[in-house]
């Protein structure tokens, strides 16, 4: 029985100052036409035939597994994750001995990631409580033990990983099982799969979450090679930690709006020495992972944790996104009044011709049931808000980071925290009032939720292709630079998924590919092509 544990990333971090946007756009590049030739699409005219891998592809798969990427995706502390085996067939690693002199104090500057708690602060425990709606907090007493403190060996012997119950090995491996059937895509690609140690557990605190980061790269006899990023946290520890290391990592991967900031960021300073490719812009992830996620979890993350009755309540979207879209779209056609608060003209006119009214927050704070934030930015909703809210207001984030509300600015002695049960907090003001803080303010739907198994067979396969992508590139076609994904990837991503639908795409003829100046096999869009 294979032991090892397999996790979904969701940590988010602080957003360093963002760049113009123009000087963004010019950063990132596309080089569609270097790519095309990297994938071969089977082209044998019968429509009908599921979408395979090629035999190129496999082949560049295969190469990709001779190395050992430092695959970094850090848990949300509130998701649920499945326990499979931690091993690898290379040589043992050797725990170094980790410094931490200053670790903590070094990172008190940057707010407590998504899904985290502060190792100095937590202002309730519900960030370890079960995400079950009716769920009670009584806490396993094994909970009380440290991973870290715990001797744990997987079913082939190795004690390579850091995961929260060993145990829970089998439960981890038909709970995948289950997943498999929607997981298409994924699949296709595991086939040059291996094994992996994972440093993850639900309920680390700030201190565990460095430690685990630090365990995946500070080895004997092992070095990384590249990067798989969600937030930008493992970027910024190896720049800050092992700048030797980080010069030699062939490429990163990064999918949250918050980490292409940080790396826009590094770029524009001229410290960034390696290429990436930006996985959050991407169509497919754009689409499935942040509109149609969105869509459907904001529904269910509310019932499970406020148990609310959405017809005729007003709610305020902060922000129109694509979250921000899915959330509204959703809320809309269960009755609710949507409001839309948004800084961009081409959004806000967007919500507009979808008919939501557009406002801003100040303006009508005190009328509304609900604020939900999905703006990836900071300080959205601040105490001056809340003092005006109204009696009852639930609050929450459904953006990509846990700065959205402030929080922090509740942690003063005139207010109580009174916990209500997993993810529900009532902050009480002293005339009587009270606010529903729901996931202390980090991500809701991870928190409180779960994400739909298709969306992560899209999101993990996009992720792939585009590791393979960075290491099989031949010298010189990455720069150190901020690149999108490639739309034949892109492409390739969505056609795997289609046969879930038992979808059959019409083909070109070549008389009409002529016309219109394509090849038959893709890419279809130019890369400014809007979706």
């Not at 596309?30 to 082209?43: K, R």
């Not at 298409?184 to 430690?211: C, I, N």
């Not at 406020?306 to 305020?316: E, P």
Request: net charge negative.
């Amino acid at each position: 029985m294979d032991s090892s544990l397999n996790s979904k990333a969701e940590t988010q971090s602080v957003t360093p100052p963002l760049e113009d946007n123009a000087s963004i756009g010019e950063s990132s590049h596309s080089d569609e036409a270097a790519i095309s030739s990297s994938l071969e699409t089977a082209g044998d005219g019968n429509s009908s035939r599921p979408p395979t891998i090629s035999s190129k592809l496999l082949r560049m798969l295969e190469a990709a597994t001779n190395w050992r990427p430092a695959l970094i995706k850090m848990q949300n502390s509130d998701e649920v994750f499945d326990e499979n085996d931690g091993a690898v067939s290379e040589a043992p690693r050797t725990k170094r001995q980790i410094q931490y002199p200053e670790q903590t104090r070094e990172f008190d500057s940057r707010l407590t990631k998504t899904g985290r708690r502060s190792s100095s602060h937590s202002i309730s425990h519900s960030s370890t409580d079960s995400n079950s709606s009716g769920g009670s907090d009584a806490e396993n007493p094994q909970d009380e033990v440290s991973p870290r403190d715990l001797q744990q060996i997987n079913s082939k012997g190795n004690r390579d990983f850091c995961i929260k119950n060993i145990k829970m090995a089998d439960f981890g491996r038909r709970e995948i099982e289950l997943a498999e059937d929607e997981m298409t895509a994924l699949m296709a690609l595991r086939k040059a799969a291996q094994d992996f140690p994972v440093f993850a557990w639900k309920g680390e605190s700030e201190d565990d979450f460095w430690w685990c980061i630090d365990r995946c790269v500070n080895v004997e006899g092992w070095e990384p090679n590249m990067i798989l990023d969600d937030g930008g946290d493992m970027t910024h520890w190896m720049y800050k930690k092992y700048p030797h290391l980080f010069k030699k990592v062939k490429g990163i991967v990064e999918e949250s709006i918050t980490g292409i900031h940080r790396l826009h960021h590094l770029s524009k300073a001229g410290k960034l020495c390696v290429p990436a490719i930006n996985v959050n812009d991407s169509v497919t992830k754009q689409k499935f992972d942040n509109l149609y996620c969105c869509r459907e979890s904001i529904l269910d993350s509310l019932k499970k944790t406020a148990d609310i009755m959405f017809g005729g309540k007003q709610v305020a979207v902060c922000g129109y996104g694509e979250v921000g879209k899915g959330c509204s779209a959703a809320l809309k056609a269960m009755g609710s009044v949507v409001y839309v608060t948004e800084i961009d003209p081409i959004c806000a006119l967007q919500a507009c011709m979808d008919g939501f009214r557009v406002a801003k927050l100040s303006d009508i704070v005190r009328q509304v049931d609900m604020v939900i934030t999905c703006t990836g930015n900071k300080n959205v909703v601040l105490r001056e808000h809340m003092d005006r809210m109204k009696n009852g207001c639930v609050v929450c984030n459904m953006g990509r980071s846990n700065t959205e509300i402030d929080v922090s600015s509740l942690t003063t002695t005139e207010l109580v925290w009174q916990h209500v049960r997993a993810q529900v907090d009532h902050i009480i003001w002293p005339d009587g009032k009270r606010i529903v803080l729901l996931a202390e303010g980090r991500v809701l739907n991870l928190s409180s939720s779960t994400v739909p198994i298709y969306v992560l067979s899209i999101t993990a396969t996009t992720q792939a292709l585009a590791l393979i992508e960075l290491f099989n590139a031949p010298e010189g076609r990455y720069k150190q630079d901020i690149y999108l994904l490639p739309k034949k990837l892109d492409e390739y991503v969505a056609s795997l998924h289609l046969q879930t639908f038992d979808a059959h795409l019409t083909e070109l003829t070549d008389e009409q590919a002529k016309y219109m100046g394509l090849s038959k096999y893709g890419p279809f869009k130019p890369s400014y092509y809007r979706y």
